[in-house]
């Protein structure tokens, strides 16, 4: 059976659609190439939320285009994902010797049309970009053993799509609108993967803690024009359909961790804050986007909330959780943000004292409002904050890292690390990557390790002798 090498760019939910395409081939047959440049089949699963991501996977469909061309193999190509779904057929136009384009909510339709296009001996062409009902409850197989990671921490799609329409974002147009899966499907599939070894799951979306609410509404309206009362008591409006599924994640025996991404701080009312006090194996980590730390950027970014907001949120999270990791993305650059604008996001990182951000220079989309909005900043200005904003978090997040030295933290072995073999990587509550001098015998394990010292963005540590006996 002919040989495939997927290559992905982007966010976890990427990450995870890519595996389930490589799932779904792999059990027809397909085995999985270790590069591109001895596949028969490569596909390249695409991220749009910026410019700079577009262009990189398009110049590798160039260069794997080339190369295949110079060497005289037949080669099947794709794009998939984001880049493909909003770009459609356009990509063809753009590279024609690429044969597939493969939408977002197509994902599970990849072997069928590969199979095809191998049948074809590259005389066919395929762009599938539909719409296709139910598709948010297609991405579902599993990989375990594609990496020694996958079956201590898998990632679960919980939704798909997003209906907030912040101004600068492509999203809506890559992903569609919200769209959950049902507690019974996920869970069903969390207790497959603990059964299968999994001990930690994180839950995927666009806006998780937007999960479900379409749905709960839909059956409130079915239910009330019924006559039927039971289902609005049945499930209290104080807690979100996203906390009735942590609830019912929760429940699964064998299952150790549950993490979540992305969420929107919109998402965090009480019931999400409690849930961190009330559930153990909720981790304490919380990636909340901030975007801007200027209440009139925030406003213009359409985000729904304030800095103030945002303070507060910050706040109860540490008054439940007081060890609680806080993680965040900003945007530097977005339209009309004036220094004084971006001084106020500088300052609300002071206040924060973030565990790390992630920083990204506006990009204008196409078809956002953000892109036609008068005051664009100027490229060296975007370059310039940014430098000045990752200064700032690398400072705090550095200094952060160093109270750490000496302390005893819990973390679960996930395997041997990429870059040496003989250091094995694990993860804190909180998510901080950890290096020890670790075995095989440690994978999987939750164990507790005593942090010697610190690099960047990496605790080293020793296993604590109480937990070395197997
Ligand atoms: N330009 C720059 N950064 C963006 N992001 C989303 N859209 C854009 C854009 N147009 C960032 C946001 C988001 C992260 C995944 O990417 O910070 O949280």
Redesign the pocket.
């Known amino acids: 059976m002919p040989s495939v090498f997927i290559k992905t760019y982007g966010?976890q939910m990427n990450e995870r659609d890519s595996e389930a395409v490589a799932a779904q081939l792999v059990a027809k047959g397909y085995s999985l190439a270790p590069s591109e440049a001895v596949a028969d089949v490569v596909l390249l699963n695409t991220c749009s939320?910026?410019d700079f991501a577009e262009q990189k996977a398009i110049n590798k469909m160039r260069n794997v285009i080339g190369t295949a061309r110079s060497e005289k193999r037949d080669q099947i190509v794709g794009f998939m994902g984001c880049m493909a779904q909003t770009r459609g057929k356009e990509l063809i136009d753009k590279l024609p010797d690429v044969d597939l384009v493969l939408g977002t909510q197509k994902f599970h339709r990849a072997a069928e049309y590969i199979d095809e296009l191998l049948a074809g001996n590259g005389r066919t062409k395929i762009v599938d970009t539909d719409a296709e009902a139910r598709s948010e409850a297609t991405v579902r197989e599993h990989l375990l053993n594609g990496s020694a990671k996958m079956s201590v921490s898998a990632f679960v799609s919980i939704m798909q799509g997003c209906n907030q329409h912040?101004t600068?974002?492509?999203?809506p147009s890559t992903r569609g609108v919200e769209r959950s899966r049902t507690i019974p499907d996920i869970v069903a599939e969390c207790r497959e993967l603990v059964a299968r070894g999994v001990r930690e799951i994180t839950l995927l979306g666009q806006i998780v803690t937007s999960y479900g609410r379409k749905e709960q509404r839909g059956a409130w309206q079915v239910a009330r024009d019924a006559g039927d009362s039971s289902l609005a008591t049945r499930h209290s409006p104080l807690v979100t359909p996203f906390v009735q599924l942590l609830d019912a994640v929760h429940e699964i025996d064998g299952l150790e961790r549950i993490r979540f991404t992305?969420p929107h701080p919109k998402g965090y009312g009480d019931d999400l804050v409690e849930a961190y006090a009330r559930l153990p194996k909720l981790c304490e980590s919380a990636h909340i986007?901030l975007?801007s730390g200027s209440d009139r950027i925030l406003k213009l970014m359409h985000r729904g909330y304030t800095r103030g907001k945002f303070l507060g949120i910050i706040g109860k999270l540490r008054t439940a959780k007081p060890d609680m990791g806080v993680y965040t993305?900003?945007?530097v650059g977005f339209p009309g943000e004036t220094e004084d604008d971006f001084e106020q996001t500088l300052s609300l990182c002071r206040e924060v004292q973030f565990d790390n951000s992630?920083i990204?220079?506006?990009?204008?989309?196409r078809d956002?409002p953000?892109a036609e909005m008068p005051g664009q900043v100027p490229q060296e200005i975007r370059e310039e904050r940014n430098e000045r904003l990752l200064n700032l978090v690398n400072e705090i997040a550095a200094k952060k890292y160093d109270t750490f030295i000496g302390q005893t933290v819990q973390i679960l072995v996930e395997g041997p690390s990429k870059k040496n073999a003989a250091r094995y990587t694990g993860r804190t509550r909180c998510n901080r990557i950890v290096l020890f001098d670790g075995s095989p015998r440690h994978q999987g394990q939750i164990m507790d390790v005593k942090v010697e010292r610190t690099g960047s963005f990496t605790l080293y540590g020793d296993p604590a002798v109480v937990n070395l006996i197997d």
């Open positions: 966010c939320v910026r912040c600068f974002c492509i999203v992305s986007p975007q993305d900003i945007i992630y990204f220079k506006y990009s204008p989309r956002t953000a």
